[in-house]
């Protein structure tokens, strides 16, 4: 009896914790998740069911919200529900965006982050709604606009003189007779836009070196700048620019041509973090490498590619003298062997992303040496890489555990087998994506399907796995992966022609959890099931046919 009443008064006190406490755990649960809406929150999925003061607490700190088309409807009920929203994310919505965004400001939301990307245009009408409603906006986001035109400049330097964070990336020409207005729009942004720390024009190839003088001289507060394939800009115009002396400045992207011209003057900002040498090879060398290592600059991101006018010896130079770099891109490099990796691994131990793609003298036991040596790695690319290891399975098996690893591409690797996929998956339990395109080995010998089987039980919290084009997977594989990766978002099997229709829809639609799916070239959904799975916020995307 004595020892009953114990244990209820420890779950009194247990429930009386005060919310600061829970809001501490709760945040600290779901700290560390991807740029993904579902999977920053994904954490505290189950523990609104506990107890109401757990449902009250989570509500309040959630603060970001994508809306598919099937949440349109309840946009009421959610944003009663989760009143300190500060981030919307539209980019999954293909209704009527400015309806949308006129809806949107009637709520008294305190809106900093605004993401309306992959659009047919920019929704005006709802934009300008929406600025009169939500004056806190510090961050907006347009980027892949189909039909971009010069007034959605005029229109954002109207509506958001305050933004901080512009994001206006182009993936479609503009027509070259109204550059004069796109000039004169972008004098007026960059006139308005005086807090701007960070700004994306990518592809805006109007830009030259009168707009980019201007962008330096009025906009004092920029850290970050890309105007990527901006090719009427020259050296002299950056040097001009560079000439304001941005003193934050820390990530300028140039066209790539202007790297090797202008890295003497780039070389005078002792804030930058990144930079990019992987289209310019052809004027690298180890000199300049090394000139880059003893500036001593505090780097975050460091790309580069195939070239002959460097060595090993200058990217050792330069990786083993900023050892603050957490994001790498070594793209093509021929001479680049596992023994190199495994030493420039031993100088990275801060690193969270790595590129070794087209390296054809790297095997996947450079894979080991990177995790072993980096403990925060946790995004790795070897596409395409040399081949298989010359150390045993024998000797790899014994290199334990590395649950940091959350994606790993292995795509185009035509020589990974099942032998080495088994062996390779069961280190990284943690696994999130796993990319297999093109790995056309996979499950062509005996062992059927047991290579998805050993995926699914090995990595259960997989939310994204790519089988584009793996041409021995059958439904047997794809079932046993939507069995026992009960998170899995997104699965890709464009071109698997033996995963059969007849056993493989009933599975799709009993994982709840999917949210994207590309079905081999046969596979065919009716308008009802499409519209079912969209209404569960899942799309289906179809194959391009082989």
């Known amino acids: 009896m004595e020892l009953k009443r114990s244990k209820i008064m420890e779950e009194a006190e247990y429930s009386y914790l005060p919310d600061e406490c829970w809001e501490c755990v709760f945040e600290f649960l779901n700290h560390g998740g991807d740029d993904d809406d579902y999977d920053r929150n994904r954490n505290l999925k189950s523990i609104p069911a506990v107890c109401k003061q757990w449902f009250s607490i989570t509500n309040r700190i959630r603060s970001s919200l994508t809306i598919y088309d099937p949440t349109a409807p309840f946009l009421s009920r959610l944003f009663r529900r989760f009143t300190n929203l500060t981030s919307l994310d539209l980019t999954h919505f293909h209704g009527d965006l400015d309806s949308l965004l006129l809806q949107i400001s009637l709520f008294p939301l305190k809106l900093t982050s605004l993401n309306i990307s992959d659009k047919p245009t920019i929704p005006a009408n709802g934009l300008r709604a929406f600025s009169k409603n939500f004056t806190t906006l510090t961050s907006l986001i347009c980027s892949h606009i189909s039909s971009f035109s010069c007034t959605h400049l005029f229109l954002i330097a109207e509506c958001f003189p305050l933004i901080e964070e512009l994001d206006l990336h182009l993936i ?14 972008f004098e007026a942004l960059s006139s308005s836009l005086l807090k701007l720390r960070k700004l994306d024009l990518t592809g805006h190839f109007y830009m030259n070196d009168k707009s980019i003088l201007q962008l330096f001289k009025n906009c004092k507060h920029l850290e970050e700048v890309s105007v990527l394939h901006c ?17 934050k400045l820390r990530y300028l992207c140039l066209p790539v041509f202007l790297i090797p011209e202008v890295i003497d003057s780039l070389m005078n900002f002792k804030n930058l973090t990144y930079i990019d040498l992987s289209f310019s090879s052809v004027s690298i060398s180890d000199e300049m490498l090394t000139s880059i290592a003893m500036e001593g600059l505090p780097l975050k991101t460091f790309m580069m590619a195939a070239g002959d006018g460097y060595s090993y010896a200058g990217i050792f130079s330069l990786l083993s003298k900023c050892q603050s770099i957490q994001h790498l891109v070594l793209h093509s490099i021929s001479f680049l062997n596992d023994n190199h990796v495994m030493e420039l691994s031993s100088h990275l131990v801060g690193l969270l992303s790595l590129r070794l793609s087209m390296c054809f003298m790297v095997t996947y036991s450079a894979l080991f040496s990177l995790v072993m040596n980096c403990p925060s790695l946790s995004d790795i690319n070897m596409e395409d890489i040399g081949g298989k290891s010359v150390m045993n399975y024998d000797s790899l098996m014994e290199f334990g555990v590395y649950p940091q690893l959350k994606s790993l591409y292995l795509r185009y690797n035509s020589w990974l087998s099942d032998e080495s996929i088994t062996m390779i998956v069961s280190h990284f339990p943690n696994l999130h994506l796993l990319d297999l395109k093109s790995c056309k080995n996979i499950s062509q010998q005996e062992v059927d399907d047991a290579t998805l089987y050993v995926i699914s039980k090995n990595c259960p919290r997989l939310l994204q796995l790519l089988l584009n084009d793996c041409l021995g997977c059958t439904e047997k594989g794809v079932k046993y992966v939507l069995e026992n990766c009960t998170q899995l978002r997104e699965i890709d099997l464009e071109n698997c022609l033996n995963v059969h229709i007849n056993v493989a829809a009933s599975v799709l639609f009993s994982s709840p959890s999917l949210r994207k799916i590309t079905v081999p070239p046969h596979f065919r959904f009716s308008e009802s099931e499409r519209k079912l799975l969209l209404r569960r916020g899942c799309i289906v995307c179809p194959s391009f046919r082989l």
């Open 231 to 247: 090719f009427k800009i020259t050296r002299a115009g950056v040097v001009s620019a560079l000439g304001e002396k941005p003193t």
């Open 172 to 185: 479609h020409p503009i027509a070259a007779e109204t550059i004069r207005s796109f000039l004169d729009g």
